[in-house]
C-alpha cells in the first residue's frame, strides 16, 4: 500500500518551483496567491535562500508546492491508502485527504506561518539536529540542561532535533556529547518550534482552525503528535493546536504507517528529506521509498510502480500485482480550466506526442501534454464544454 508523506519547513530552496511552471499543475500557484495576497510564484521562482528562510515565506512556499506535486500525481491516478506530513507538512496531508479544503488549507498555513514568525520574533530561539544518540538519552541531555530546552523532534534512529534559547541548546549540545553523540549540528530556523516558546502562535492559530470545516478525511491521517491515524475531522481541531507546542514523533509515524500495512513511501514536494528518513527508519524491512521534485519524477514514479511485484504487494496470474499501484501505461491529458474544447489541427490519433506538445484549447487556454507518448484518442469532442480536470485525451507511453 502506499502512502503519500508531505515535507515541512527547512526542506524549502531556491527556484524549487521552476521545473513546475509549464505543468498544468502550476494553475494551483496563481490561485493560492489570490487567497493569500502573496506573491507565491515569486517565492517559488525567484526568492533567495535568506527570503525563503522566513517562516512566513518557507511554510507557505513549501505548501503549494506539495499541492502542485499532489495535483500532477492524481492526474495520473495514483491513489495513496494513508497520509502523513512533518510538521507544516500535515496541513498538506488534511488538504490532501479532504479534511480540509484547498482554500482554507493556504488560509490556514498563512496564518501558521505569520503566528510563528511572531512568536519567534518575540522570543529568541533556535534548534540542533543531535546525531548518533538514543531518543531516552537526549531527553536525558535536555532534563540536564539549565534553561530552556527541549526535544521537538523525534526524526529517525540516532537522528533527534532539539529546541529552546541559544543558550540553552549550547549547554544541552554538550551534555548530548557527553552521552555519546557523535555530532551535533546547528538547523538554521528563526525559532523553536513544537516547544512552549511557541504557546503564543498555538493560541492564534487555534483561532483560525475554530473557523475552518474540518471533515472526515478519504483516507486516514496520521498526526505528529501521536504518531497514529486518525479519520474523523472532530479529531484535528486539537490535535492540529496541540502540534505546535508538541514534539513531532515522525519516527513513530513511520513505524506505525508500515505496521499499517504501508510499503511504498512517496514524498510529495521540495526536498528529500522525509525519504532519507524512511530508509534509515524502515531499513531492512523492504519498503519502497521515492520523492517527487519535477515532472520527470511523475514518470519515473509511474514506470516504477508499473513493474510486476513491487514492495509488500502480492502477485498473481501473469505478474499482476494486487494493491495500490498503477499498472497501465496510459497517461490522461485533462483540462486546465472551464470552457469549449477544440483539439488541435496538427495532431491526430496514433502519432507520437512530446512533452509540452499542444493537444487542443480549452477558451482561449492552451493544453498541452504534460508527458511523452503516442496519442490513442480525444476524450471531449470539438465544441464540447469541459470542466477544470475533466480528461479530454490520452496517450500510451
Same mark, same amino acid.
Given at each position: 500500500?502506499?502512502?503519500?508523506?508531505?515535507?515541512?519547513?527547512?526542506?524549502?530552496?531556491?527556484?524549487? =518551483?521552476?521545473?513546475?511552471?509549464?505543468?498544468?499543475?502550476?494553475?494551483?500557484?496563481?490561485?493560492?496567491?489570490?487567497?493569500?495576497? !502573496?506573491?507565491?510564484?515569486?517565492?517559488?521562482?525567484?526568492?533567495?535562500? /535568506?527570503?525563503?528562510?522566513?517562516? !512566513?515565506?518557507?511554510?507557505?512556499?513549501?505548501?503549494?508546492? #506539495?499541492?502542485?506535486?499532489?495535483?500532477?500525481?492524481?492526474?495520473? =491516478?495514483?491513489?495513496?491508502?494513508? &497520509?502523513?506530513?512533518?510538521?507544516?507538512?500535515?496541513?498538506?496531508?488534511?488538504? $490532501?485527504?479532504?479534511?480540509?479544503?484547498?482554500?482554507?488549507?493556504?488560509?490556514?498555513?498563512?496564518?501558521? *506561518?505569520?503566528?510563528?514568525?511572531?512568536? $519567534?520574533?518575540?522570543?529568541? *530561539?533556535?534548534?540542533?539536529?543531535?546525531?548518533?544518540?538514543?531518543?531516552?538519552?537526549?531527553?536525558?541531555?535536555?532534563?540536564?540542561?539549565?534553561?530552556?530546552?527541549?526535544? $521537538?523532534?523525534?526524526?529517525?534512529?540516532?537522528?533527534?532535533? %532539539?529546541?529552546? #534559547?541559544?543558550?540553552?541548546?549550547?549547554?544541552?549540545?554538550?551534555?548530548?556529547?557527553?552521552?555519546?553523540?557523535?555530532?551535533?549540528?546547528?538547523?538554521?530556523?528563526? +525559532?523553536?518550534?513544537?516547544?512552549?516558546?511557541?504557546?503564543?502562535?498555538?493560541?492564534? @492559530?487555534?483561532?483560525?482552525?475554530?473557523?475552518?470545516?474540518?471533515?472526515?478525511?478519504?483516507?486516514?491521517?496520521?498526526?505528529?503528535?501521536? *504518531? @497514529?491515524?486518525?479519520?474523523?475531522?472532530?479529531?484535528?481541531?486539537?490535535?492540529?493546536?496541540?502540534?505546535?507546542?508538541?514534539?513531532?514523533?515522525?519516527?513513530?509515524?513511520? &513505524?506505525?504507517?508500515?505496521?499499517? +500495512?504501508?510499503?511504498?513511501?512517496?514524498?510529495?514536494?521540495?526536498?528529500?528529506?522525509?525519504? =532519507?528518513?524512511?530508509? !534509515?527508519? @524502515?531499513?531492512?524491512?523492504?519498503?519502497?521509498?521515492? #520523492?517527487?521534485?519535477?515532472?520527470?519524477?511523475?514518470?519515473?514514479?509511474?514506470?516504477?510502480?508499473?513493474?510486476?511485484?513491487?514492495? *509488500?504487494?502480492?502477485?498473481?496470474?501473469?505478474?499482476?500485482?494486487?494493491?495500490?499501484? @498503477?499498472?497501465?501505461?496510459?497517461?490522461? %491529458?485533462?483540462?486546465?480550466?472551464?470552457?469549449?474544447?477544440?483539439?488541435?489541427?496538427?495532431?491526430?490519433?496514433?502519432?507520437?506526442?512530446?512533452?509540452?506538445?499542444? %493537444?487542443?484549447?480549452?477558451?482561449?487556454?492552451?493544453?498541452?501534454?504534460?508527458?511523452? +507518448?503516442?496519442? /490513442? =484518442?480525444?476524450?471531449?469532442?470539438?465544441?464540447?464544454?469541459?470542466?477544470?480536470?475533466?480528461?479530454?485525451?490520452?496517450?500510451?507511453?
Amino acid at each position: 500500500m502506499i502512502a503519500f508523506t508531505f515535507p515541512g519547513q527547512g526542506s524549502q530552496k531556491p527556484q524549487m =518551483g521552476t521545473a513546475w511552471k509549464d505543468h498544468p499543475s502550476w494553475e494551483l500557484v496563481e490561485e493560492a496567491s489570490d487567497l493569500s495576497g !502573496r506573491n507565491v510564484e515569486q517565492l517559488l521562482v525567484s526568492a533567495d535562500a /535568506q527570503t525563503l528562510t522566513e517562516t !512566513r515565506n518557507s511554510q507557505l512556499a513549501t505548501f503549494i508546492l #506539495s499541492m502542485v506535486v499532489l495535483d500532477a500525481i492524481e492526474r495520473t =491516478g495514483v491513489e495513496p491508502a494513508f &497520509h502523513a506530513g512533518h510538521s507544516l507538512g500535515e496541513y498538506s496531508a488534511l488538504t $490532501a485527504a479532504g479534511a480540509i479544503s484547498f482554500e482554507d488549507g493556504v488560509r490556514l498555513v498563512t496564518e501558521r *506561518g505569520n503566528a510563528m514568525q511572531t512568536a $519567534a520574533d518575540a522570543q529568541e *530561539g533556535t534548534m540542533a539536529a543531535v546525531l548518533g544518540l538514543d531518543d531516552d538519552k537526549v531527553e536525558v541531555a535536555c532534563t540536564r540542561t539549565d534553561g530552556d530546552v527541549w526535544v $521537538a523532534n523525534f526524526n529517525a534512529p540516532g537522528q533527534v532535533v %532539539i529546541a529552546g #534559547s541559544p543558550a540553552a541548546i549550547a549547554a544541552a549540545s554538550l551534555n548530548a556529547k557527553e552521552l555519546g553523540a557523535k555530532r551535533i549540528l546547528p538547523i538554521k530556523v528563526g +525559532g523553536a518550534f513544537h516547544t512552549p516558546f511557541m504557546a503564543q502562535a498555538r493560541d492564534r @492559530l487555534r483561532k483560525a482552525i475554530a473557523d475552518t470545516e474540518l471533515r472526515d478525511p478519504n483516507r486516514p491521517v496520521f498526526a505528529n503528535v501521536d *504518531g @497514529l491515524p486518525h479519520s474523523r475531522g472532530e479529531e484535528w481541531s486539537s490535535l492540529m493546536g496541540a502540534q505546535l507546542t508538541s514534539p513531532v514523533r515522525w519516527r513513530q509515524t513511520l &513505524h506505525s504507517l508500515h505496521s499499517a +500495512g504501508s510499503t511504498v513511501f512517496i514524498e510529495l514536494g521540495p526536498g528529500s528529506v522525509l525519504t =532519507g528518513m524512511a530508509k !534509515r527508519t @524502515l531499513k531492512g524491512t523492504g519498503v519502497s521509498t521515492s #520523492s517527487i521534485q519535477s515532472p520527470g519524477d511523475v514518470d519515473q514514479l509511474l514506470e516504477t510502480l508499473s513493474q510486476p511485484g513491487p514492495p *509488500g504487494a502480492q502477485v498473481t496470474g501473469a505478474g499482476a500485482s494486487e494493491g495500490e499501484f @498503477l499498472y497501465a501505461v496510459e497517461r490522461l %491529458i485533462v483540462s486546465p480550466g472551464t470552457g469549449v474544447f477544440q483539439p488541435a489541427q496538427t495532431i491526430k490519433v496514433g502519432e507520437s506526442v512530446a512533452t509540452g506538445q499542444l %493537444i487542443g484549447q480549452v477558451g482561449k487556454v492552451e493544453v498541452r501534454s504534460p508527458f511523452h +507518448g503516442s496519442l /490513442q =484518442g480525444m476524450l471531449a469532442l470539438s465544441g464540447e464544454r469541459v470542466t477544470t480536470s475533466q480528461p479530454v485525451a490520452w496517450l500510451r507511453v
